[in-house]
């Protein structure tokens, strides 16, 4: 069998790096900067002043001295005049200061004059001055690529005038479940019938990865009904990725396998459980090149190989951090498939002492949905551990953060 580690690795070689586009800079929260931006101006742009009070020239403005106030700066201001020689003017916070003028008095250290303003405190040379490009020269780099966009990211884009930033592009990723069981939701069962839950679930997953998800109506298991889907699919253009639940194990009827098998796609049984059976590759699909991930039908299957393989591999080709990992003490002991990696469904609690430990939620069988929605983390549990002891440490992967 595929160790988990190969198959990872054959999934993320599949996933196409990404695009750039151009996004409105109040929609980039979020997003990777797909290059370093330079500032197109100084910040800020204009020296301007810090406080509101008086712009003066040091010289003048001695204690105790009565200065004509020769004009106002309100900030806005787009045609400040010269400052007469001993004068003042009253300017206010991020206005504009006029030449000549070479401190700032607060309106605290004065009389607070309009006409004529009496100075109670000399002021220091360029004190409360803020300096035309002291927080980014133009031309110096000014957003990073690679970084995540926050609100500071956001607003210091704005403040430099820039209406789009250049960001990574997520990958487009159809969805389509197979199963001649599957009924939408909204439709009542009739026996042998299930609800369909994996392309919704799946789309999910790969949003809250940061990607684009979009679910293609699911088919029976039918190889022409299978593909004829993906190629009208696929010829609308916009797909990077396509995966698959359903139709990929040891069947008679096992559509995937059977229309993809001779069409590029490897199917391999992977050292782990849930999720044994498994398939990628790229298949050409009316001339179009499209990379495939297919995941197993049973639904604890696909999410956790969701998690383990296409997960990772996403959040790399966008250049954000997978889910993190910590180590927790088991709450009860725990038996392990031999010769598989184990993705059991763990909840941690907080114990009386300040430290976690972590519990299994249900048992192993890959249809206990119900577990995985209350579930936490994963417990990784390698492929050579069969039985692990209550207090044993053991790697969970966050599924919260
Ligand atoms: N003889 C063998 N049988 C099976 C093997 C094997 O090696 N030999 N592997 C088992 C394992 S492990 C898994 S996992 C499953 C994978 O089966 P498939 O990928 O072929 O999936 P299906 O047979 O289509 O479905 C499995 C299970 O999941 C339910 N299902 C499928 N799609 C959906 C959906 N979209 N929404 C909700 N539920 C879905 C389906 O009804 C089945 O119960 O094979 C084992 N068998
Ligand atoms: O490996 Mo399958 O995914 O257990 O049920």
């Not at 430099?160 to 599957?182: D, M, N, Q, R």
């Not at 298991?221 to 699919?233: C, G, H, K, V």
């Not at 002492?353 to 994963?378: E, I, K, N």
């Not at 549990?381 to 599924?399: M, N, R, S």
Request: charged share 20%; aromatic share 4%; net charge negative.
């Amino acid at each position: 069998m595929r160790p988990v580690d190969e198959h990872r690795a054959a999934v993320a070689a599949l996933v196409p790096a990404p695009r750039t586009v151009d996004v409105p800079v109040a929609d980039a929260l979020g997003r990777v900067l797909a290059r370093d931006v330079p500032a197109p101006l100084s910040l800020p742009p204009f020296t301007n002043s810090a406080m509101d009070g008086y712009a003066v020239r040091a010289a003048d403005a001695v204690a105790g001295e009565v200065l004509p106030v020769a004009f106002d700066v309100p900030a806005g201001r787009t045609d400040v005049p010269a400052l007469p020689v001993g004068a003042a003017c009253r300017i206010m916070t991020g206005a504009p200061v006029p030449d000549g003028a070479d401190a700032i008095v607060p309106v605290e250290r004065t009389d607070g004059g309009i006409e004529r303003v009496r100075i109670d405190e000399a002021p220091e040379p360029g004190r409360f001055f803020r300096a035309a490009g002291s927080d980014i020269g133009a031309g110096d780099v000014a957003l990073r690529g690679g970084e995540t966009v926050g609100p500071a990211v956001v607003g210091f884009a704005a403040a430099l005038g820039l209406t789009t930033v250049p960001v990574l592009a997520p990958p487009h990723v159809a969805v389509l479940s197979t199963g001649s069981e599957l009924v939408e939701p909204g439709t009542p069962l009739r026996p042998g019938q299930i609800y369909e839950s994996n392309a919704p679930m799946l789309a999910s997953a790969i949003r809250e990865a940061g990607a684009t998800a979009e679910v293609v109506r699911f088919v029976a298991d039918d190889a022409d009904a299978f593909l004829a889907r993906l190629a009208e699919r696929i010829s609308a253009g916009g797909v990077d990725l396509v995966v698959t639940s359903g139709g990929v194990s040891a069947g008679a009827f096992e559509v995937v396998k059977d229309a993809l098998a001779s069409r590029g796609v490897d199917f391999v049984k992977v050292a782990m459980q849930p999720g044994m059976p498994q398939g990628c590759g790229t298949v050409d699909l009316g001339g179009v090149q499209v990379p495939f991930v297919t995941f197993p039908g049973n639904p604890v299957s696909a999410l956790v190989s969701f998690e383990v393989f296409l997960r990772p591999a996403l959040r790399a080709a966008m250049g954000l951090p997978d889910r993190p990992r910590r180590v927790a003490r088991l709450a009860e002991p725990v038996d392990s498939i031999p010769a598989k990696r184990q993705y059991l469904r763990g909840l941690l609690t907080r114990n009386a002492d300040g430290t976690d430990s972590v519990s299994v939620l249900g048992g192993p069988g890959s249809h206990y949905l119900r577990w995985l929605s209350q579930a936490d983390c994963l417990l990784d549990v390698p492929a050579e551990v069969e039985h692990l002891a209550a207090g044993t440490p053991v790697e969970l992967i966050l599924l919260n953060d």
